[in-house]
């Protein structure tokens, strides 16, 4: 039987459509997954609407999140029934991927979902929120304590900020949310922010070296915003850097890093080891409930994925879109 999935193909010209796939086409893996869950992220929505070369091999199924049930596997790590989450690795770069209601993928990808999440909850999450729960542990790792002052999080609408923002209020942070769109500050604040900043603070070039006032950061945006807040990070505080919504240059000084012992941790969350995830995971689910997630999500369909990345592209999202495959 055919399944559907969302392919993206570029002969004689990009196209974009939910198709009906052969699963015979399916590539290599130990784990076959019938997925009900996917999400759509930034770099989701740059591979569909084809403005920047996220593909790398073609034809491709879109989507680098997938979440749902083990059909059958060959490994002994895996038995049909467990709820898994496949994030990253690859999937609608170089490898199908999860916006789709098959897939097939190595033994090492998938992580067993921790009570109480499902695979919705693990949509809602996504690699957004899997992300985060890497950039707050890096923080916590580093030693940074609710007394040490606000921790600032840029970008905070988006699926990674807004995750980032719940789980640190939920450590007893001080949540600093940067945002460009100043009509969702009651959003940020029911998160848990406790003061909502204007991203134009952020978007022009700064000092090298400006008042110390952030124990550390979570930042989405890279650039002159990562710049700016690397800047304004107390002595012996650390940053956070997972995203580039804003530029992948970095137009910094070292001075933050060598007057004021700032560290910068940058944040590989698609090709992170089992371990990691699993422990990113557990944080996740310690700290945000179902209940929490449904104020972030908004549920689509298979077909309405690309309307809904074109909204993404022009930064009209606040939360994060699940896509239900199986509608």
Same mark, same amino acid.
């Given at each position: 039987?055919?399944?559907?999935?969302?392919?993206?193909?570029?002969?004689?010209?990009?196209?974009? #459509?939910?198709?009906?796939?052969?699963?015979?086409?399916?590539?290599? !893996?130990?784990?076959?997954?019938?997925?009900?869950?996917?999400?759509?992220?930034?770099?989701?929505? $740059?591979?569909i609407g084809n403005t920047s070369p996220i593909v790398r091999?073609?034809?491709?199924?879109?989507?680098?999140?997938?979440?749902?049930?083990?059909?059958?596997?060959?490994?002994?790590?895996?038995?049909?029934?467990?709820?898994?989450?496949?994030?990253?690795?690859?999937? !609608?770069?170089?490898?199908?991927?999860?916006?789709?209601?098959?897939?097939?993928?190595?033994?090492?990808?998938?992580?067993? $979902?921790?009570?109480?999440?499902?695979?919705?909850?693990?949509?809602?999450?996504?690699?957004?929120?899997?992300?985060?729960?890497?950039?707050?542990?890096? $923080?916590?790792?580093?030693?940074?304590?609710?007394?040490?002052?606000?921790? /600032?999080?840029?970008?905070?609408?988006?699926?990674?900020?807004?995750?980032?923002?719940? $789980?640190?209020?939920?450590? !007893?942070?001080?949540?600093?949310?940067?945002?460009?769109?100043?009509?969702?500050?009651?959003?940020?604040?029911?998160?848990?922010?406790?003061?909502?900043?204007?991203?134009?603070?952020?978007?022009?070039?700064?000092?090298?070296?400006?008042?110390?006032?952030?124990?550390?950061?979570?930042?989405?945006? !890279?650039?002159?915003?990562?710049?700016?807040?690397?800047?304004?990070?107390?002595?012996?505080?650390?940053?956070?850097?997972?995203?580039?919504?804003?530029?992948?240059?970095?137009?910094?000084?070292?001075?933050?890093?060598? /007057?004021?012992?700032?560290?910068?941790?940058?944040?590989?969350?698609?090709?992170?080891?089992?371990? #990691?995830?699993?422990?990113?995971?557990?944080?996740?689910?310690? #700290?945000?409930?179902?209940?929490?997630?449904?104020?972030?999500?908004?549920?689509?369909?298979?077909?309405?994925?690309?309307?809904?990345?074109?909204?993404?592209?022009?930064?009209?999202?606040?939360?994060?879109?699940?896509?239900?495959v199986t509608r």
């Amino acid at each position: 039987m055919t399944f559907k999935a969302l392919l993206l193909e570029n002969q004689p010209s990009f196209s974009v #459509r939910v198709a009906d796939i052969d699963p015979a086409q399916l590539p290599e !893996g130990e784990v076959l997954i019938r997925v009900s869950h996917s999400t759509l992220n930034f770099k989701d929505a $740059l591979a569909i609407g084809n403005t920047s070369p996220i593909v790398r091999a073609w034809p491709m199924v879109a989507g680098i999140d997938a979440a749902g049930v083990v059909e059958r596997s060959d490994s002994p790590d895996f038995r049909p029934g467990d709820a898994v989450v496949v994030n990253g690795w690859g999937q !609608g770069e170089t490898r199908w991927g999860g916006l789709a209601q098959v897939v097939r993928v190595p033994a090492d990808w998938p992580v067993k $979902l921790p009570a109480p999440y499902g695979p919705f909850e693990a949509a809602a999450v996504g690699t957004a929120g899997y992300t985060a729960a890497m950039c707050v542990q890096a $923080l916590e790792k580093h030693g940074l304590k609710q007394e040490d002052g606000p921790i /600032l999080v840029t970008g905070a609408t988006g699926g990674v900020g807004s995750i980032a923002v719940l $789980l640190l209020a939920r450590a !007893g942070f001080q949540v600093l949310a940067v945002t460009g769109k100043a009509q969702d500050a009651d959003y940020l604040k029911g998160l848990g922010a406790a003061e909502v900043l204007p991203r134009a603070d952020f978007s022009a070039p700064g000092k090298p070296l400006q008042k110390e006032r952030l124990a550390g950061v979570v930042d989405t945006l !890279g650039s002159h915003a990562l710049a700016n807040a690397c800047a304004q990070v107390k002595r012996g505080g650390a940053v956070a850097a997972c995203g580039l919504a804003m530029g992948m240059d970095f137009p910094a000084s070292v001075a933050p890093f060598i /007057l004021r012992g700032v560290t910068l941790y940058g944040i590989d969350s698609v090709y992170a080891g089992r371990v #990691r995830r699993e422990a990113a995971w557990a944080l996740l689910a310690a #700290r945000i409930t179902p209940a929490d997630l449904a104020g972030i999500v908004k549920v689509i369909g298979l077909s309405e994925a690309v309307e809904a990345s074109a909204r993404i592209l022009a930064g009209k999202v606040t939360g994060r879109y699940i896509v239900d495959v199986t509608r």
